[in-house]
């Protein structure tokens, strides 16, 4: 079975800095999403970047962009100029790309809380 | 609104009593997802329905917990003879998945319905 870890439950930036969230996950598949969601206090997750893993170009979203390491199986998150709206749980999700695998089930992480210092 | 949407926002209830709650996913997505969410904590996979196949249900945590998706489209998740430890936030999201040429993988999530049982 797929299993997401995010080993820093919360990370502190200054505003205006470069932060790095970690995410590391297990999978004997070879085709599959990642991704990387955001859950401000409002509440509504929002989807932050989605990496394929048959891509090797790391995906990038403005100031964010991700570290993807096939071999590793590691995802980090990395925020650049960090703004005050930035301040949320993040969460590192996987699922597999084919119903081969034979379920489209989104595996989560336990989350990170970003906290943004003016 | 073209998004997900969750009703109750907010649901207060008496231990013992039954709840149902609506999830109206995004018109066209194949895929809804239930999770529950206690506070400050991850995601919990509840139930995935995937087109007209069989409902995964694996993550329901006791038979006190159902849920339907009538004609592939909106889904109520019912909770009989709540307890207080059923007191979360329960997100519902939906997706292309499976959708061939539209799968982007993304799951979109609606604003949760918070359940608390006194």
């Known amino acids: 079975a797929q299993t997401v870890t995010q080993s820093q439950p919360e990370m502190s930036v200054q505003e205006a800095e470069t932060v790095t969230l970690s995410c590391t996950y297990d999978?004997?598949?070879?085709?599959?999403?990642l991704f990387w969601y955001k859950q401000p206090p409002s509440r509504q997750m929002i989807l932050v970047i989605r990496q394929e893993a048959y891509k090797q170009q790391n995906a990038t979203e403005n100031r964010f962009s991700v570290n993807f390491q096939k071999a590793a199986k590691s995802f980090s998150l990395k925020i650049s100029d960090s703004q005050l709206g930035d301040a949320a749980m993040y969460f590192c999700a996987y699922r597999s790309q084919h119903y081969t695998s034979g379920t489209y089930k989104y595996i989560f992480g336990t989350g990170t809380r970003l906290k943004v210092l003016a | 609104g073209a998004g997900v949407s969750q009703s109750p926002s907010n649901k207060v209830t008496e231990k013992g009593k039954d709840v149902e709650l609506r999830c109206d996913p995004i018109?066209?997505?194949?895929?809804l997802y239930w999770y529950r969410q206690s506070l400050g904590q991850g995601l919990e996979f509840l139930i995935y329905f995937q087109g007209n196949s069989a409902p995964d249900k694996s993550g329901l945590p006791s038979d006190r917990f159902s849920a339907e998706r009538t004609g592939g489209s909106v889904s109520t998740l019912t909770i009989q003879r709540t307890q207080q430890e059923d007191s979360a936030v329960y997100l519902c999201a939906s997706s292309r998945t499976g959708l061939a040429g539209a799968d982007t993988g993304e799951l979109f999530f609606g604003e949760g319905s918070r359940l608390t049982v006194l």
């Open positions: 018109s066209g997505h194949t895929a």
């Open positions: 999978t004997s598949e070879s085709d599959y999403y």
